[in-house]
């Protein structure tokens, strides 16, 4: 009798699931238990071992869905064992940590998001060497931390060979849910029951026993072709040792639970103990039981037991150890988690045996699941740790008579605290369902005090009413009850709520309360959370009196662990200092805090600072560095998965550096359309100004134009008056001049340098006076224009290309003036900038203009004027075909020929710069 899985009728599925891998795309395979769907992972994933591909495989249980990242280990440990791939610091550590491969290091808590991305690039790395299969057999016990990375990658790595087969318990009628695990294309392949010739078969094969076709039909009904139910059915008529009449039932009910408890039932009493110590063990080694156990011994000679490739024990079917645990008392149940308790290594793993093995309150083992959640916080599983401190509250003794005698009540008051630890980790964890019902227990808690840290933390969950959000701080107010440091967050909740809305066009109201009742009560964090929202508003408002606050806040913020607040602060730092032009004062404060921020693996807060450095790169004329920094921060921002806007803003700010202005144009006109399902209107106006930039390297003067009027104007509306903070006052005054729109134009100039004489912004000067000058040779002599801009133009600049787009701007006026070989010099001259710069788009608008302005100067033909006036009056190719009496492809043809000869690149160039007819 072989021991080998049979998949007789299974050749159909087995050639889909083949093909549907070999193509690239996921499978799920879907049923009931006992359905094949294992059978069918064996035998694929030995077709792959064979062909040289890495398979990596997990089969979790029941018991195990509980314990983070259990999925995560039992794919990947093996792989950072052998050669693994490199993988970022931060991110290597990050997975170590995970994996149980490395304790955290003190005072360096790891978010989830870098476990995510630990495991999305090392699949990354693999990938690179050959096709990877990902195994997941019985999905549905995954533990829902391995679940979220999976589907994270998952997501995320389309085009590389890493395939994904994985197997789920669906009852009929049911619907399958891990198809969230899975890459986009995937094929859904539901296993259903074998007819009865191939279940004879299978029967005859494994048990070498063949049945009679009453018998077998019977088997068939009741096993609903269930290979698995079908099977169990066979051994207990072959146990049974006589054929079954028609008037007699079968040995065993069709139903599975009766079926394995007929199973289960042979094994001697003495065997539960050790069975039922494995079905509630996470990762069940052999060294949990003595070689001699007797349950072991007889757990292995029926079958009932296994082996893995890796020596864990383990079912032969997961449902064997579902039903042994379901079936033992709960004092049986206890007694195995209390014993596991001793054994597991773990500590998270140890006190959860041991939360499950108490069925009441205790004083310690609540403290004990404290101290486990801070484990599993500084693990990178913020989830865990809110279900860690939810048990923590469970635990905690309520009432005097829940202790010994003498010994105080902890009461509620400490059960509404770890409650609300709970909710904040929850939120760390992204689960805003269970922020939501642990701040509702505490709001309806006795402390105050909580009530107040749970009402704000509501108050932050996204998609709220503000009039939801107003009564919600009002309560807190109440629940503060004139106590200093309760009063000031909640001032501080409401200080953040005004920026939220109004930007900084008003001051935040009551900064000075909350600073002096910060202090009066001795809170440190929330003086820092005090000065880096006023920070957010005088730094824009007047720069050279935030300095002051900036030094004290940094000061205060240098005693305390990183947060938000201090990073904040420390990025506004190198802001000052870039916009005051000391851009390497920016560039070097902003990469220690970017440097101490992945140490400190807030990956949240990391994002944030790629997209500043993205802008300080670019200042630096380090363009290459700022596409770079870009595309890995909108990387990042893609896989907050929440964040479309940021991502497509901060990829299309990328490809201004190092890209193309086509794909820039896409992604931030993307970005622009993403906002209508945000309120982010600050990143709003970068996206349309950096559109605006995009259309004017495209030609498309009136669209820039438009484009960063409105980001103008909504900049403005929110009170950023700052011309150094986002560079779009000299641009956009140009676009204006070629469309026309001089008197405007002339009124933006004028405001703009009043308000950076009035800041103090000279670093903006030079952006101001090219347009200034721009304007002056557009409506009178450009040869003049010409001239005072060139004795103008610094060798040296702050902002290095600012002088390249001066140099631009020089080469049009000497243009308009007919001076050819000077409007050369000053493009070969932005040309030479900006390859040392490494400014792709800018670049290659130097070199077109070079082409027209070298292109042939002779008379166009009549057809060609013709042509291009249809295309002035927004003529198609084809309706200028019909018009002419020309193919299209001539048309094609004749504006390849246009193009060239008047150096230009596409229609909108065209209409700008043919001559009228």
Known sequence: MSDQPTLLGREDVLERCRAQLDAGAGVLLYGPAGIGKSAVVEVLGAEAAAQGQLVLRSTPSAVEAGLPHLTLCDLFSGVLDVDPPALPGHLRAALETALLRGAPLAGAATDQLAIRLGVLELLRGLALRGTVLLVLDDAHWIDPASAEVLAFAARRLGGLPVRMLVTERVEPGAEPLAIELLPPQVTEIALDGLPETLLGELLRNRLDMPLTGDTLGRVRASSGGNPLYALELGRALRRRGEPVRPDEPLPVPDRLRPLLSA???????????????????????RELLPTDDPGLAVGLATGVLGLSPGGELRFSHPLLGELVYADATPAQRQAAHTRLADLVPDPVERVRHRALATPGPDRALAEALEAAAEVALARGAPGTAAELCRLAAEHTPGVVDEEPAGAPADGPALVSHRLLAAARHAH????????????LAVIRGPDPADRVGARLLHARLPGQDPADVKALLDAAALDAGGDPRLTGWVLLARAYQAFHETGVRAGPPGLDRIEELARDAGDEELEVEAIATRLAHQLHRDPQGSLAVLERGCALAAGQPLTEASIFMRQIQAVALVRSGDVPGALGAHERLRADTERAGRTLDLCDLLFTATGLYERAGRCSEAH???????????????????????????????????????????????????DAVEWLAYALGLRGRAEWLLGRYEASA?????????LHRQGYTDPAMFLIDADLAESLILTGATAEAAGLLGEARAEAARLGRDVVTLGLTRSRILLAGVTGDPRAAADELRALLPGDHPY??????????????????????????????????????????????????????????????????????????????????GVLHLSVKAVEANLTRLFRRLGVRNRAELISRAPAG
Do not use: K
């Not at 760390?428 to 701040?439: E, K, N, Y």
């Not at 299309?652 to 202005?661: D, K, M, P, R, S």
């Not at 438009?706 to 909504?714: A, I, P, V």
């Open 263 to 285: 199973r289960l039932a042979e094994l001697p009493v003495a065997a539960m103990p050790a069975l039922l110590l494995v079905a509630a063990a996470a990762r069940p080694g």
């Open 428 to 439: 760390a964890a992204g689960l805003p369902d269970q922020v939501r019902s642990a701040c």
């Open 628 to 678: 770079a920094t870009g595309q890995y921060g909108g990387r990042l921002r893609a896989e907050l998965e929440s964040d479309r806007l940021g991502e497509l803003l901060q990829r299309g700010a990328a490809e201004l550096n190092g890209g193309t202005a086509e794909r820039a144009f896409e992604l931030l006109d993307a970005a622009a359309s993403a906002w209508a399902r945000t």
């Open 706 to 714: 438009r484009s960063q009027r409105r980001s103008r104007s909504l």
């Open 800 to 881: 290095p290309l600012e002088v390249a787009r001066a140099l631009l701007t020089l080469a049009a006026l000497e243009r308009r003036a007919r001076r050819r070989a000077a409007a050369r010099a000053a493009l070969q001259e932005a040309a030479e900038r900006y390859t040392l710069a490494g400014c792709v788009p800018y670049l290659r608008h130097a070199e077109a203009e070079l082409a027209r302005l070298d292109a042939p100067e002779g008379p166009l033909s009549d057809l060609e004027l013709r042509i291009a006036e249809l295309v002035r009056a927004g003529a198609t190719n084809r309706e200028i075909a």
